[in-house]
């Protein structure tokens, strides 16, 4: 890879997850939303049992590029190592700063926002040849092992998570939710 060439993915990867991480924190979570994938595991265990949601979805993104070596190979975990590190990073750095909770006080406005910047920044990440990790990885893992397409298990892992999330947070919850997974999708 040129040098040209590693900059704009770094650089591409980077602002993807920023942009995810800053979608998540910023109107998912201070809208009360659900989040699917990795994420919303992290969410889910922090919301049971106080655990950092940040380094689980960390320990999550570890795991399955260790599964994602062993199935896939080096190439594809060596291109998705600094979008499965960095996204947790950005989802620390943006839930220590001051609270956004009521920027957007409406949660179709919440749910609209995260859609588009979430789906936004995960595009962003998957155009210049990465993943964010966490269910990115598994599904590109079950395509590769079992040819299973993608995009389904992106949508079974994120409502899977989401159904989970369902009995915390009730069901206009989840119906406000789903903006991401489809801007996602979109991508």
């Not at 993807?16 to 910023?26: D, K, R």
């Not at 201070?30 to 049971?48: E, H, Q, W």
């Not at 919440?110 to 998957?126: D, H, K, T, Y």
Request: glycine residues 12%.
């Amino acid at each position: 890879m040129h040098q040209k060439q590693w900059w704009r993915t770094v650089l591409g990867v980077a602002a993807g997850n920023a942009l995810l991480a800053f979608g998540i924190n910023t109107f998912y979570l201070s809208a009360d939303l659900a989040v699917g994938g990795s994420t919303g595991v992290g969410v889910l265990l922090y919301r049971l049992f106080g655990l950092d949601a940040s380094l689980t979805v960390l320990l999550i993104n570890v795991s399955l590029l260790v599964a994602g070596w062993l199935v896939v190979g080096k190439e594809f975990v060596l291109s998705s190592v600094f979008g499965s590190l960095i996204y947790p990073l950005f989802l620390k750095i943006f839930s220590l700063l001051p609270s956004m909770a009521g920027f957007v006080e409406d949660r179709l406005t919440s749910s609209v926002c995260a859609g588009i910047l979430v789906g936004a920044g995960v595009g962003l990440v998957v155009r210049v040849g990465s993943s964010t990790g966490g269910t990115d990885t598994l599904a590109v893992i079950l395509q590769k092992s079992l040819h299973i397409p993608v995009v389904p298990v992106k949508l079974i892992a994120d409502y899977g998570v989401m159904a989970l999330i369902f009995l915390l947070v009730g069901a206009d919850s989840i119906i406000y939710s789903t903006s991401k997974t489809f801007a996602w999708v979109k991508w």
